[in-house]
């Protein structure tokens, strides 16, 4: 897959690389003070940008993208320092620079883009101030032709009501609009480099894309080099001249898009493309054809029942009282039918209502309307003692794998609770349990009395779903659990839960907002935007042959992200 | 928002008329009898004299008609009179509350700017030992007795140098102690919360994205962090409303001022219920009505709670 | 950023981790000292004063700090430091009286308030707002009008007054505490209401309050030490430090240290209590 289609720049349009490098990052070492420990981020990196060329530097996380990032610009955190190397930016170190004159470099020479549209405004201030700060502190522009500029920058980056945009404060926008606001800012300063950390991925899937467009649109117009920070490989590839891919602080491979592509032979980089969702799903609808999922047909029932549906289900919100209350309609009229034995998959951007949709399942929220029934027995109002019995038959893995479990309890005692709380065996039977448990989801026994924050984030992902899976549940609604795991842990976790689904003979309830995942990971998909289903069938139906627009809108969105 | 200002409004009326009740309560539960307290104990009081006086000061009725009266009295400010001396509650606060006013307002116009100012340079420094004195400074300040640091700045200022008077006086210089020893005190709050919200904000990815368009540190802590950050600190200077009125009576006895200190000590010593009352009414209705202030000033700081009024 | 630790790693010998605790903390634990040796002086002054508090000596009046009398005289000759000593316990039991008054009444007000919910909540709240309006020293001067003078009104109306901010902490936590996900994984998992309050919810808040109880204390004896200062709680001539200060401040040009001192002891005892607020609060894990 080579970068020279659909507009993107091909290698000739690079500009003349006479004066060296713009970016020449050589020997960069850079290491965290953590309770007195030296902790390596940046071993040896080396990196070079030339004069409007697009950069991408790809890794999982602890690989030390984002720490290169903030080096580049000296905002190191108060315990991070630079300890070899040279950080060459148009012929000067930045790394032997006095803090003052790197801060005449930042905004005006580099621009960045930070990570959390959400966040990375200041809240008590206009926007309009906020993207003409750069050109007043650099003293670029008088304020009304700072004014003028700002006004222009934001429709540049895509926000067609610029004038009201100024005026507004920054809650008042939504992310999307947010992060073409920290784009404006970046450009507010006419730098010769962009620096943009994972510009996409707080970011709904079509909303990523147009964002993405358009900032490549004004690198390209504006003849600024860019540096892409990402944890998504398909997009670096489709996006940028030239791919360096880190993992635990060095660089370990860097190529143009197509050597990486193409001829990569690094086993690091084959991983990371093996199991990118996005990369997968263009083999899918370029084959046209479903990976095969042999082994599990075999333990398909012919006729499965009906383990769990749902009808006509709706969630109504109400927030204040009298005739100031406002009502907000989270789900509205949802219908599923889970057979015993197989995975439901509901996708959704945010706002969709499939979290939602998921609550009411598990009867953490009641239904405004609707009913549910489980082994055709309606649960809808189910209360007290039968709703304690409900929950033996249906659990949940959350989605983060550290709020979802109290970090002062041992291992052992989190998979133990569900066991404990529905007094199944004696307390010998009991840990013995725990141990199979711990088994089944391959960790080691030993983990029994470890505390969640000593795990990584796949470990204890696994305590969650081995918590789950002790009192031997029916049904198991998975929300998002993979979303907050590196790529490669994700193809883990999700083997792991077709294999337990196996052996245990579990239904799952999977929602997620990757497309990908589901596809290749569900039997049944369900596409919900704004409350409602748009579209449902088996994932060869959605995916290969969507009907609904939306569907379509997501799909094209994704390959092209 | 014209809702928000009367939800509000309505609550802190609610509030003041729970505290009079609580008062109410609490001085009716007085064992012994006002009337003889009135007396003075003289003992030669007829039974008649003893009768009117009681009817006169309405101690003769059951305690819901009390109650209601005493209610009714005091919407209209009317707080009855001193059982010392006969003087109406209401003359003897309006004499006296001024001067107290007087120093907690002063004294929190200190506070706040001397809070202030050690809680920014606290935050804008690099330097990490001037960091640690800085904010050293708020923990001994909450640490020290009100009343010992104007004993010892009376002893350093008034007796050893002289600059000051030590008592009484009712002239400028006669307030510098009194407000610089209530202002010292109260400042530390302000900076211990000033401080560590201005660190949180400095830390915060906002911060970090001014940063990155070239801004100092100046400009980052007075454009992007203060704004925020001093959102907590209005909430406590709500709160320190208090201690500034306990702080001002107290205050008044260390420097021999008048105020409302002495009426209310007096109050006390002598059992005068309607006195007493009377201040703490007068105090309850001012921490109040402050704090009701306090909460129509967060919508002007802080943008995102605007939105939340606007139904 | 957690790292993964392998099954060869061993969890280190508990005596090491208590090592390395002690070197951190180390004026924490100080703090913590201090407020020991206070209390001990508190139930047993006569083990730490060499002289009889109350007994005059003319001929001594007006020393400064020096042998014997560590911490100079007044000006009746007593000892000070004899006379601190035993003021000790005219106002420390007040202060953990009126403390513990403050965390029971407030602790119990915020988690009804927290549990029940809607109108019992509005009801418990209008009614912390009410106390909190009523500045904690004029709750103590209604007392004392009504109670008339003694050790007991006053330290009841200091609890009294203080349980506001328990009762406001302790309903933040418990609605907090509550909305965090593992509590609602537990309740998912068919945990009952009970079990997760107490191994839940329970743990998750009692830090915050035990850092407000270090802060009360200290501000408790602070308004009991106003309350002497202005010439109430136990009477002359036995020593109470608030009252000590006042009389101190009468002889101000002859004997600095009968104010100093008193006050002193304050600062240092709140001090140490606010410097184990702090290690609360700061939340230490293991």
């Known amino acids: ?375 055709g027995e309606d649960v809808t109002h189910a209360k007290g003692e039968r709703l304690r019995e409900l929950r033996r038959e249906i659990q949940v893995v959350y989605q983060s794998p550290f709020d979802s479990m109290n970090p002062r309890l041992t291992v052992g005692a989190i998979i133990d609770e569900p066991g404990r709380a529905f007094r199944l065996g004696t307390a010998r039977e009991r840990r013995a349990k725990v141990l199979s448990m711990l088994d089944a989801v391959q960790l080691p026994s030993g983990f029994a009395d470890r505390r969640p924050d000593e795990l990584s984030g796949g470990q204890r992902q696994r305590v969650a779903i081995a918590r789950a899976l002790s009192i031997e549940p029916a049904l198991v609604v998975l929300d998002e659990p993979i979303s907050a795991l590196d790529v490669l842990i994700q193809t883990q976790i999700l083997r792991l839960l077709r294999d337990l689904q196996e052996e245990f003979h579990l239904s799952y309830l999977f929602i997620s907002h990757d497309l990908a995942t589901v596809q290749n990971f569900a039997d049944y998909v369900a596409v919900m935007k704004d409350g409602g289903v748009v579209e449902s069938g088996t994932p060869d139906d959605v995916f290969c042959a969507p009907r609904h627009q939306y569907t379509k809108d997501l799909l094209t969105s994704a390959m092209h992200l | 928002m014209l809702r928000y200002i009367g939800s509000r409004v309505l609550q802190s009326v609610i509030v003041v008329l729970i505290a009079f009740t609580l008062t109410f309560f609490l001085l009716h539960l007085a064992p012994g009898d006002a009337a003889i307290a009135r007396i003075g104990g003289a003992g030669d009081g007829n039974p008649e004299q003893l009768a009117a006086l009681r009817a006169e000061l309405g101690l003769d009725r059951p305690w819901y008609a009390a109650y209601a009266t005493q209610l009714l009295s005091v919407v209209t400010f009317q707080f009855g009179e001193s059982l010392r001396n006969g003087r109406p509650v209401i003359d003897l606060i309006a004499a006296a509350l001024p001067n107290t006013v007087q120093i907690a307002a002063l004294s929190l116009l200190v506070a706040a700017v001397l809070g202030t100012t050690i809680a920014l340079l606290a935050t804008y420094t690099r330097v990490r030992w001037v960091r640690g004195v800085l904010l050293a400074l708020p923990v001994l300040g909450m640490s020290i007795p009100t009343f010992w640091l104007g004993v010892l700045l009376l002893m350093v200022f008034s007796f050893q140098l002289g600059w000051f008077p030590s008592f009484g006086s009712s002239d400028v210089r006669g307030l510098v102690l009194p407000v610089a020893t209530l202002g010292i005190v109260c400042s530390a709050a302000v900076a211990q919360v000033l401080a560590t919200s201005l660190l949180d904000a400095s830390r915060s990815p906002y911060a970090f994205t001014a940063m990155t368009k070239g801004a100092g540190r100046w400009r980052l802590l007075l454009r992007h962090c203060l704004r925020a950050a001093s959102i907590p600190v209005l909430t406590m200077i709500g709160l320190l409303t208090g201690a500034l009125l306990t702080g001002a009576v107290v205050i008044e006895m260390v420097f021999s001022r008048a105020g409302m200190g002495r009426e209310i000590l007096q109050g006390v010593e002598a059992s005068d219920f309607p006195v007493v009352q009377g201040i703490v009414m007068i105090c309850a209705v001012i921490f109040v009505g402050v704090n009701l202030v306090v909460d129509l000033l967060y919508p002007v700081l802080d943008p995102r709670m605007r939105r939340a009024m606007r139904s | 950023m957690a790292v993964p630790i392998s099954d060869t790693v061993r969890p280190p010998r508990p005596g090491a981790r208590l090592l390395a605790f002690a070197r951190r903390e180390t004026v924490t634990l100080a703090a913590f000292a201090f407020l020991v040796l206070i209390l001990l002086v508190t139930v047993w002054p006569g083990l730490f004063a060499a002289f009889d508090p109350l007994r005059a000596n003319p001929s001594q009046a007006y020393r400064p700090p020096s042998w014997p009398h560590l911490l100079g005289t007044d000006n009746v000759g007593r000892d000070l430091l004899s006379r601190m000593v035993f003021g000790a316990s005219a106002s420390m039991p007040a202060a953990l009286l009126a403390t513990s008054l403050s965390l029971v009444i407030g602790v119990t007000l915020g988690v009804v308030a927290a549990t029940l919910g809607r109108w019992v909540d509005a009801v418990i709240t209008r009614l912390l707002d009410s106390v909190l309006a009523i500045p904690g020293l004029l709750i103590v001067f209604a007392f004392l009008a009504v109670l008339g003078n003694g050790t007991l009104p006053i330290a009841v109306a200091v609890g009294l007054a203080g349980c506001v901010s328990f009762g406001r902490l302790m309903r933040a936590e418990v609605y907090r505490v509550r909305s965090l996900t593992y509590v609602e994984a537990a309740s998912a998992s068919g945990v009952r209401g009970w079990t997760i309050a107490w191994r839940h919810v329970i743990p998750g808040a009692i830090r915050p309050v035990i850092a407000l109880t270090a802060l009360d204390l200290g501000a408790s004896l602070l308004t009991i030490g106003a309350i002497g200062y202005l010439g109430f709680g136990v009477a002359p001539p036995a020593p109470e430090w608030g009252a000590m200060v006042a009389e101190g401040q009468r002889h101000v040009a002859d004997a600095w240290w009968m104010s100093v001192v008193p006050g002193l002891t304050f600062v240092l005892i709140i001090l140490c209590a606010n410097q184990i607020s702090r290690y609360f609060e700061r939340g230490n894990q293991r």
């Open chain 1, 1 to 375: 897959m080579s970068v020279a289609q659909e507009g993107h720049p091909p290698a000739a349009d690079l500009l003349d690389t006479d004066g060296g490098a713009l970016v020449g990052v050589e020997g960069l070492g850079v290491a965290y003070r953590v309770k007195g420990a030296s902790v390596d981020a940046l071993r040896d990196v080396a990196l070079r940008v030339e004069r409007g060329e697009i950069v991408a530097i790809v890794g999982e996380s602890g690989s030390g993208k984002s720490t290169l990032a903030t080096t580049i610009v000296r905002l190191l955190p108060g315990n991070g320092e630079i300890l070899a190397g040279t950080v060459g930016f148009d012929g000067t170190d930045l790394a032997r620079l006095r803090e003052r004159d790197v801060r005449e470099l930042r905004g005006r020479r580099i621009g960045f883009v930070p990570q959390d549209p959400m966040t990375s405004l200041t809240p008590t201030s206009r926007i309009g101030p906020q993207v003409m700060e750069t050109m007043l502190i650099h003293g670029t522009h008088t304020r009304p032709a700072a004014r003028a500029r700002a006004v222009e920058l934001l429709r540049e980056a895509g926000l067609s009501d610029a004038e009201r945009v100024m005026q507004a404060y920054p809650h008042e926008l939504s992310g999307g609009m947010r992060q073409r606001v920290l784009i404006a800012m970046a450009f507010a300063g006419d730098p010769d480099l962009i620096i943009a950390d994972e510009p996409t991925s707080a970011l709904d899937v079509t909303v990523a894309r147009a964002v993405m467009d358009r900032l490549s649109l004004l690198v390209r117009e504006h003849h600024k080099a860019l540096l892409i920070i990402t944890h998504d490989l398909a997009m670096a590839l489709r996006r940028a001249h030239y791919v360096v891919v880190m993992r635990s602080g060095r660089v370990v491979d860097g190529g143009t898009s197509e050597q990486i592509s193409e001829h990569s032979t690094h086993p690091y980089t084959r991983e990371l493309l093996e199991n990118s969702p996005h990369l997968r799903l263009e083999h899918v609808a370029a084959a046209a054809q479903t990976t095969p999922r042999v082994a599990r047909e075999l333990f398909a029932p012919t006729n499965p029942e009906t383990l769990l549906r749902a009808t006509g289900l709706r969630k109504v919100f109400r927030s204040g009282h009298g005739r100031a209350a406002k009502e907000l309609v989270a789900v509205d009229d949802v219908s599923l039918a889970v057979p015993a034995g197989s995975t439901y998959g509901i996708v959704g951007e945010s706002g969709s209502g499939k979290s939602t949709t998921a609550r009411m399942v598990l009867r953490l929220e009641d239904a405004t309307a609707g009913s549910l029934t489980f082994r």
